[in-house]
């Protein structure tokens, strides 16, 4: 984005210049100047640029550090012990939490339950929502307002989805006439009572409430891609297709590999409409990491161990992230300039 | 003939997959629309009729759940709550960020990469991971059950995308005003604020409709930190409306239309910021 329109510049320099005294030319006139106006030499002045920095930094570190990074080491430290979060810290485990997480099925089955919205989304949301965005992404009359409907469940609150896809999905209720009505009675479900299927549901309607978000980020490396690229390939007598698969897609690789990060992220930590909707039940078949976290550590008082749970998931995040990093989004610039000299 | 054969398919093709996108895009619309649009019907019906016939306009219409629940004290009370604790989160982030990101963009220093992904790393911490522990963080504050205890860990957790999102913008502000800025004798402190932050209207504009947005859905940290009802905010007060009446699917219905309404009128409001925002705070970061 530029820094304002050019009118807001000029009234600016206009304002920065006092009218009374004369433009004097700068020795330094028109070199970039580094990036600090202060601090040419004088001692006082490094020291005066070294407040001016510290003081500048100070409320945003001392925010983060509070709040951020001290509960985060705290809940390290008290991962080590057998705490239920009101009497003193003495009950010393050591490692005792993690080895039971790792050994609880309930837990393991909260991990597995996430990869399969990982795998689910990675599969079928991100698609889908890469295919609206390059819908979206031709000129048609409409095209604005489907742009704002679609992306509306994303500014609504977790809960409030959450709430209204409950009395939807409720046996008998809207979602299964709706279906009767369509002539599909048949694939009507217990959709949040069934242990078998709860999990699948919950990803449609996670599908319903975030692809718009993954959509408007598709759309906007769309419109960084120059038309010029594509209008080459279709001249060259490539097919739509192959326009897309060839020039389109590559080029938009960076965009789509930092939706999939998200998306990864976002799961990892799904909460909200989990807890909404079945509280991670039946019999624990829609439990997430952070719905287990939260059930194990604040509803039956276990802050030691839900701290451990946390710290696993954390590492998870890390992990992850450390190695999208590393593997993945590294490529970025080289990925791009090679499959442009392809196509 | 090439050319005569491309004329001629061409219109038609174009015309079905016109019509192909049209039928789509349409579709989807409608899979995000019917649901708002039963809640909001829903809450004009009885819960009676929702049982008895699912799927249908109201018949006759009730207005008696929205009535209760607007002449009642609770959901304005919770919309208060909601308004204060954005509003607060929006007054502590939006200085500190810009403040941070000002430095980290304009000046040189030693050390500066390293506190920029010192920031950055917040990213990977998400709230939910450190609950447990702000929790108990925040009673040894003293901040459980008071507006500055969602607020701040919320301005706190909101730093990193801030920071992410205006700091190229700070230092696309061109060197020569800065420098002529210095040669009126205008320090640091001026030049960030008679400058630096006129000149980034629309990206704060961005940034604060984010906070806003986050902070006005947010529910797992006002869960744990607010007690007393009469702090609740709204997606608290959905919650607990719908396991308080959860028989009554109409009142329910009701409830959660009018709770969606804020955010709808923002939205349609501010949904260039929202839009662009996101968009240039994932693909910068």
């Known amino acids: ?343 | 003939m090439t050319a005569a054969v491309v004329t001629r398919r061409r219109p038609v093709r174009r015309k079905v997959s016109r019509g192909a996108a049209y039928a789509i895009g349409v579709g989807v619309a409608l899979v995000i629309v019917v649901p708002i649009v039963y809640a909001v019907l829903g809450g004009f019906r009885t819960t009676g009729q929702i049982s008895a016939r699912p799927v249908a306009l109201p018949d006759p219409w009730v207005f008696e759940n929205y009535r209760e629940i607007v002449t009642s004290g609770d959901f304005w009370r919770q919309v208060f709550n909601s308004v204060v604790i954005a509003a607060i989160t929006l007054a502590v982030v939006v200085p500190c960020a810009s403040m941070a990101a000002f430095v980290l963009a304009r000046y040189s220093f030693a050390g500066r990469e390293a506190v920029y992904i010192f920031f950055t790393l917040g990213l990977l911490f998400p709230l939910a991971v450190a609950i447990l522990p702000l929790f108990i963080s925040l009673r040894t504050f003293g901040l459980l059950d008071s507006w500055y205890g969602v607020a701040l860990p919320q301005a706190a957790f909101a730093l990193p995308t801030t920071i992410i999102v205006l700091r190229p913008f700070f230092r696309s502000i061109p060197a020569e005003l800065e420098e002529a800025a210095a040669i009126d004798g205008c320090g640091p402190f001026r030049f960030f604020w008679r400058i630096v932050l006129p000149l980034s209207r629309p990206v704060l504009a961005t940034v604060s409709v984010l906070a806003i947005v986050t902070s006005w859905n947010a529910f797992l940290l006002p869960l744990i930190v607010l007690n007393s009802p009469d702090l609740w905010t709204l997606p608290l007060g959905v919650q607990n409306f719908s396991t308080q009446y959860s028989s009554d699917t109409a009142r329910i219905l009701a409830f959660t239309s009018l709770s969606m309404v804020p955010a709808l009128v923002f939205y349609v409001i501010a949904e260039r910021q929202i839009v662009s925002g996101l968009a240039s705070g994932a693909v910068k970061g």
């Open chain 1, 1 to 343: 984005m530029p820094p304002g329109p050019d009118g807001t510049l000029a009234s600016v320099e206009r304002r920065a210049v006092p009218s009374g005294s004369p433009p004097t030319p700068h020795p330094d006139a028109g070199r970039p100047v580094a990036l600090s106006p202060v601090g040419r030499g004088r001692v006082g002045s490094v020291w005066r640029k070294r407040a001016t920095i510290a003081l500048f930094l100070l409320p945003a570190v001392a925010l983060y550090i509070l709040f951020v990074l001290v509960p985060i080491f705290q809940g390290a430290y008290y991962s080590v012990f057998d705490w239920n979060g009101l009497a003193p810290l003495t009950d010393f485990v050591g490692l005792d939490n993690y080895r039971e997480a790792l050994a609880d099925p309930d837990f393991l089955a909260s991990v597995r339950h996430v990869f399969v919205i990982v795998g689910l989304s990675l599969v079928l949301q991100l698609p889908f929502a890469l295919g609206l965005a390059v819908l979206l992404n031709r000129k048609f009359r409409g095209r604005a307002v489907l742009r704002l409907l679609f992306f509306l469940p994303y500014v609504l609150a977790e809960v409030i989805t959450a709430v209204v896809w409950k009395l939807i999905l409720q046996p008998g209720g809207m979602g299964d006439r709706t279906l009767e009505l369509l002539g599909l009675g048949a694939f009507s479900h217990l959709w949040l009572a069934d242990t078998g299927v709860v999990l699948y549901t919950m990803f449609l309607v996670i599908t319903w409430k975030y692809f718009g978000f993954h959509m408007i980020l598709y759309l906007a490396g769309l419109q960084q891609i120059p038309q010029e690229l594509q209008e080459a390939a279709a001249i060259d007598g490539a097919s739509k297709w192959k326009t897309f698969r060839h020039v389109t897609l590559p080029l938009l690789g960076p965009t789509i590999r930092i939706s999939v990060f998200l998306s990864i992220i976002g799961s990892l930590q799904l909460f909200d409409l989990v807890w909404v909707m079945t509280g991670g039940g039946p019999l624990d078949a829609s439990n997430t990491m952070a719905v287990y976290m939260f059930d194990r550590g604040f509803q039956r008082s276990r802050f030691g161990y839900g701290s451990a749970v946390a710290v696993l998931v954390f590492l998870l995040c890390f992990v992850f992230a450390l190695g999208y990093q590393r593997f993945v989004l590294r490529r970025d610039v080289r990925g791009a300039l090679t499959s442009m000299g392809a196509a």
